[in-house]
């Protein structure tokens, strides 16, 4: 079975805001003593026969938590329960405060099809942890350059001269959530592992890219081969599946990295339910120092469906369609 939604960048909202039933547990306010370790909730970690923690299945990362702390929580970096629930219900009614003007399809409809409450993945106020401002180190210099020199050749550029022209996701190659590091998608952000000794694979629902990662697998390949999504090794710390990415390409251009941008991953497993992934960027030729989130994920009952965005991709033919038509009518001909 397969679906396709049209995309847009101002989506990032979903279903409801039962915030009891979403916090993972091992995000709670810290008490005036250290913080304690979680307890398990839905049973113990399940191990493959090699003794590894066992990270197949379906998982889904969908959350209402900002990836930037607001400013509005500028010194708060834990929601009390109430606030949590308040923001969550702010992002629902959001979602459901579509101006009857906007002439399209219901956002309330099609972003809420996941089964389950949205809400909060836990009660930190941004996804972002590090630095503890919960927003991301202001660019450097050599960042803003590379920034404003990309700003003024996108304003030389035909945006609507072919397919070539337009953003990635547009054109179903590669959408900004997908990472690494991944981030949730605006609606249907699920994906699915599977696991063996040598291999893990991610296999997310939206663009339906199957990314496999070599376990243990040597050195990365050679500096003069650039990806879209990098070139990742991991490797096992304890019971912590790191993944290191590195060789990304200069079209990527993830919360505008350079292709320097080194991501390094870790999947650790908390329960039978749950893993914590948690990701650290570092790239000196956009910010001076490294960075760090943290993103949740849960174990989920929905299936992956397969996305199908190339058979679907309608508004790329009607973007470029009406734009041959207007060029027609300048000439004073017809299209």
Sequence with gaps: MARRA???GAVTLGLAMNVGTTLLGQDQPPAPAARKAPASRS????????????????????????????????TKEFFTVEEAQAYAKKRYDQLLAQPQDAIHYDDAIWVSEPSGAKGLSSLRTSLVVEPKNGK????????????????????????????????LAERCIMWPHEGPPMLPAGYFPNLEIVQSPGQVAVLQEITHNARVIPVDAGSHIAASIRQYGGNSRAHWDGD???????????????????????????????DAD???????????????????????????????FEYACHEGNYGMQNI????????????????
């Design 6 to 8: 049209f995309w847009s």
């Design 43 to 74: 049973g113990p970690v399940p191990r493959t026969a090699e003794g590894r923690p066992d990270f197949q299945g379906r998982w889904t990362n969908t959350t209402y938590t900002p990836f930037e702390r607001p400013d509005e929580f500028a």
């Design 136 to 167: 991301l180190p202001p660019m450097n210099a050599e960042g803003r350059r590379r920034t404003e020199e990309l700003a003024a050749a996108r304003k030389k550029t035909d945006q609507f001269a072919s397919a070539q022209s337009r953003p």
């Design 240 to 270: 912590t599946l790191v993944v290191e990415s590195t060789n990304f390409n200069n079209l990527t251009q993830f919360r505008g990295a350079s292709e320097k941008m080194v991501v390094i991953e870790r999947f650790t497993m908390v």
């Design 274 to 304: 749950n893993i914590n992934y948690e990701f650290t960027v570092t790239d000196p030729a956009t910010w001076d120092i490294p960075w760090k989130a943290e993103v949740p994920l849960k174990r989920t009952p929905d299936p992956v």
């Design 320 to 335: 470029l369609r009406a734009k041959r038509v207007e060029e027609a009518k300048a000439r004073g001909g017809t299209q």
